[in-house]
């Protein structure tokens, strides 16, 4: 089911916070970029941040892995995002997982200035555990919507971005061939696989 949009009132501009989490592959940017194209639609002022660090594609589009694109404004800090919202309707904001704690309090202060915040971001980190300030921001949402990539082992929905890479730095961007979509049981089983291999080399 598609996230339908409240109605439109410029004169009594009502803000609130919609999250869009899920895994890699799991269409979370092409979804922001569906939504933020239909309040462009609409009429209304758009904004679109990301972390600056999310360099992957281009400096200044929010690009989703099948390339539709948008323009947007990388940023240091969340903060800075408030000083760049004055006049806008709708403000999107893409790979929030990567934002510092403060981007909970600008979600919130954009929407009770009115403001719709319409958040993109990973929910789980590579080992499954929740990702930065994502979960406050879904907790104080009132919309949040999780989608789903594939699993590539056996075809259930995914939720777990398992990664292939022997490296605990959680900040491993664009080396999409890195990652694999994998579901809860299969991601348990890939798990535990490795740590009896590790555990193989180890005695060996
Ligand atoms: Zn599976």
Redesign the pocket.
């Given at each position: 089911m598609h996230f339908l949009e409240n109605s439109v009132d410029l004169r009594n501009k009502r803000g609130s916070v919609e999250v869009i989490a899920g895994s890699m592959f799991s269409g979370k940017t092409e979804e922001l970029i569906r939504r933020l194209k239909r309040a462009m639609i609409a009429g209304l002022k758009v904004e679109i941040f990301k972390p600056a660090l999310d360099k992957r594609y281009s400096d200044d589009c929010v690009v989703s892995h099948d390339e539709r694109s948008i323009p947007s404004t990388p940023v240091e800090t969340a903060s800075m995002i408030l000083l760049l919202s004055g006049d806008v309707d709708v403000v999107g904001v893409d790979e929030a997982q990567f934002f510092d704690n403060a981007i909970v309090e600008v979600c919130r202060v954009l929407a009770d200035r009115g403001i719709r915040v319409v958040v993109a971001g990973l929910d789980m980190d590579f080992a499954g555990k929740p990702f930065g300030p994502m979960p406050e921001i879904m907790a104080t949402a009132e919309y949040v919507t999780k989608v789903h990539a594939i699993?590539v082992?056996?075809g259930?929905l995914?939720n777990y971005s398992f990664r292939l890479a022997d490296d605990d730095r959680l900040v491993m961007l664009g080396e999409k061939e890195l990652y694999r979509p994998?579901?809860r049981?299969?991601y348990v089983r890939i798990s535990s696989d490795n740590k009896d291999n590790q555990g193989a080399d180890n005695n060996s």
């Amino acid at each position: 089911m598609h996230f339908l949009e409240n109605s439109v009132d410029l004169r009594n501009k009502r803000g609130s916070v919609e999250v869009i989490a899920g895994s890699m592959f799991s269409g979370k940017t092409e979804e922001l970029i569906r939504r933020l194209k239909r309040a462009m639609i609409a009429g209304l002022k758009v904004e679109i941040f990301k972390p600056a660090l999310d360099k992957r594609y281009s400096d200044d589009c929010v690009v989703s892995h099948d390339e539709r694109s948008i323009p947007s404004t990388p940023v240091e800090t969340a903060s800075m995002i408030l000083l760049l919202s004055g006049d806008v309707d709708v403000v999107g904001v893409d790979e929030a997982q990567f934002f510092d704690n403060a981007i909970v309090e600008v979600c919130r202060v954009l929407a009770d200035r009115g403001i719709r915040v319409v958040v993109a971001g990973l929910d789980m980190d590579f080992a499954g555990k929740p990702f930065g300030p994502m979960p406050e921001i879904m907790a104080t949402a009132e919309y949040v919507t999780k989608v789903h990539a594939i699993c590539v082992e056996c075809g259930n929905l995914a939720n777990y971005s398992f990664r292939l890479a022997d490296d605990d730095r959680l900040v491993m961007l664009g080396e999409k061939e890195l990652y694999r979509p994998l579901c809860r049981n299969c991601y348990v089983r890939i798990s535990s696989d490795n740590k009896d291999n590790q555990g193989a080399d180890n005695n060996s």
